[in-house]
C-alpha cells in the first residue's frame, strides 16, 4: 500500500511538472550555443524578440543640445499575440553645451502577455504565464558635434550607443547580450517666408548596427543602419516625420545549410519602422505624442508613445 502511495504522488507530481514546464518542440531548431539554456532555442533577431530588444535608433536631427534633460515616457506596443507596455527614462547631460552630449536611457519596467502561438513561433521555451512584469535595457549614447550652423556646410554629428544586458532573454523580452551601433548623421535647416512654416528641418543618418546572437558557429550579426526624418516647426509646435531602419546580414539564413536540417530559418533581421510625432516646447517642460509602426514581419509592432521632458 504505501508503494502504491509513493508511485502515486511521484506519477502526480511528474504529470503536473510536465504540464508547466514547456510544449512540445520537437519542430524546433537548437542554435547549439552552451550557457544559453533554454534561449538556446531563441532566435536573437528583432522578428523573433520584444519590441524592446533591438531597437531602431531614435533620430536626432544632427544636433547635440544646448541643456541638460530628464525624459518620462510610457509606451503601448501592439501585434498580434504580444501586447507590451513599458516605461522608458531618459537622462542627456550635455557636457559641452552644442558641442558634448551623453544620453542614459532605457526601460525600468516592461508589462507583456504573449500567447502561447507566438511563443512557439518564436520558439520560446515558457509558457504564456499571463501579464508578466520584468525590467528592461539599458543603453549609453554619446554624441558629438563636428560641424554647426555653417552657411553652405549640413550640421554634422557622430553617435555611439551600446547596450547593457540588465533584460532577461528567457521569453525573448530581451537579448541578454551586448548590441552597439554607431552612426554619423547631417542634417540642414531652412526657414522659408511662411504664415505656417517658421522651420523645416531635413536629416538622415547612416552607420553600422551591431549585437550578439546565440548560434555556436556565427555568434555575431551585423549590418547598416540607416534614417531620414523632416521636422516642421511653428513656434513651440514641432511636428515629424522618419523612415529608418538596419539590414543584419542574414546570419540565420547563412547557416540554414549547417542546422536547419531542411528547416527554412527566416533571418528576420532587417526590420524597418515609420515614425510621426507631435512635440510642444516650453520653458522648462516639452511635451510628446509620436506613432511607430513597424512596416515588414521583421518588426510587426505598432507603438504609440507619450512622454514629458524637464529642462534645466
Known sequence: MMKKTTLLILFSFLTLLLNAQNRHNNDWIDFG?????????LQ???????????????????????????????????????TTINSD???????????????????????????????????????DEGWTTEPGDLFVSTYIQLTRDKKHLPDISINYTLKTTTGDNLHAR?????????YLAAGKSFYPNSLLIDEIRIAALAGFYVWQTNIKDMAQNEGPVYEFGIKIKKRN???????????????YDFINP??????????????LVYRAGIEKAGLKFNF??????????????NTLRLGVTYKF
Not at 33 to 41: F, K, L, S, V
Not at 45 to 74: C, I, T, W
Not at 258 to 271: H, K, L, R
Open 258 to 271: 549547417i542546422i536547419g536540417g531542411g528547416t527554412s530559418i527566416e533571418d528576420a533581421d532587417d526590420p
Open 33 to 41: 550555443q552552451e550557457g544559453w539554456g533554454p534561449a538556446q532555442w
Open 89 to 127: 527614462i531618459s537622462f542627456y547631460w550635455a557636457v559641452v553645451p552644442k558641442k558634448v552630449a551623453v544620453e542614459i536611457w532605457g526601460q525600468p519596467s516592461e508589462t507583456y502577455r504573449t500567447t502561447n502561438d507566438v511563443r512557439d513561433e518564436r520558439q520560446i521555451w515558457y509558457d
Open 288 to 301: 510628446m505624442a509620436e506613432f511607430q509602426s513597424g512596416l515588414n514581419n521583421d518588426y510587426p509592432f
Open 174 to 182: 530581451y537579448t541578454n547580450a551586448s548590441m552597439n551601433y554607431f
Open 44 to 82: 536573437i533577431a528583432p522578428g523573433k524578440m520584444g519590441p524592446n530588444a533591438l531597437p531602431v535608433p531614435k533620430m536626432d536631427y544632427a544636433r547635440v543640445g544646448v541643456n541638460h534633460q530628464f525624459e518620462v515616457s510610457a509606451h503601448y506596443h501592439q501585434m498580434t499575440g504580444d
Open 237 to 251: 509646435i514641432s511636428i515629424y516625420t522618419e523612415l529608418g531602419g538596419y539590414s543584419g546580414y542574414g546570419v
